[in-house]
């Protein structure tokens, strides 16, 4: 079985991912396998490279993630032809890897912000959307990244409506308390779903 967890920025996938790995559970992330590539992978670095030009690099040649960032949550095209250079080769990445372990009927947690938007669903059997109050998520973005207030509704109106990612969830969870209420609510819904889907 694998189920793909998705949800609105800053509410709690990684957290949730977490937990789930706490359990035993084979956890994938999208968001590191994006990391791995834009970093490790000459081809993927000169694509953004060509598209973005030097001033998302450091003096050093490195990617600045957070200068990327800045420049991608600030325009619909931008951001777009980042995820052009990047959705295939992550999507192959992961295909790969769902299917080794299904081979070994191990049960698999993909965690992808944008499940939804890259047609990541199609590798997945159940879909998890995690969300919290709007409130809270721009507490955790200015927190993370040393943001203000006006960047991280941008960050957030940036990505697909939670109302709308809800549509496609079997289960919806809503990470609006504390640590420990939002874990002991992933492994009742972790074993909820092994019990409606775990024959997948």
């Known amino acids: 079985m694998v189920v793909g967890i998705t949800g609105g920025i800053a509410c709690g996938k990684t ?34 490279l060509d598209a973005f030009g030097k001033q998302v690099f450091s003096p050093y040649g490195m ?25 295939p080769r992550i999507k192959e990445i992961l295909r790969v890897s769902i299917e080794y372990a299904r081979k070994r009927e191990a049960s698999v947690a993909l965690i992808a912000p944008l499940l939804i938007e890259a047609n990541f669903q199609e590798m997945v059997d ?14 955790r973005l200015k927190k993370k990244y040393s943001i203000n207030e006006i960047e991280a509704y941008r960050r957030i109106k940036a990505q697909l409506p939670l109302r709308e990612k809800e549509a496609y ?3 919806v969870l809503h990470n609006n308390g504390t640590i420990d209420e939002f874990k002991e609510l992933v492994v009742k819904t972790w074993k909820k779903t092994l019990k409606e889907y775990g024959g997948k």
Not at 65 to 87: D, M, Q, T
Not at 126 to 139: D, K, M, T
């Open 169 to 171: 969830a079997q289960y």
């Open 63 to 87: 990617l600045n993630r957070a200068a990327l960032a800045s420049v991608v949550f600030s325009s619909p095209a931008e951001r777009g032809k980042l995820e052009r250079i990047l959705h």
């Open 126 to 139: 159940v879909i998890w959307v995690v969300g919290s109050e709007a409130r809270l998520q721009v507490e």
């Open 15 to 48: 957290l949730a991912g977490y937990f789930l790995e706490e359990m035993g559970v084979l956890v994938l992330d999208a968001d590191e396998v994006a990391r791995f590539i834009s970093k490790y992978e000459t081809e993927t670095v000169e694509a953004i």
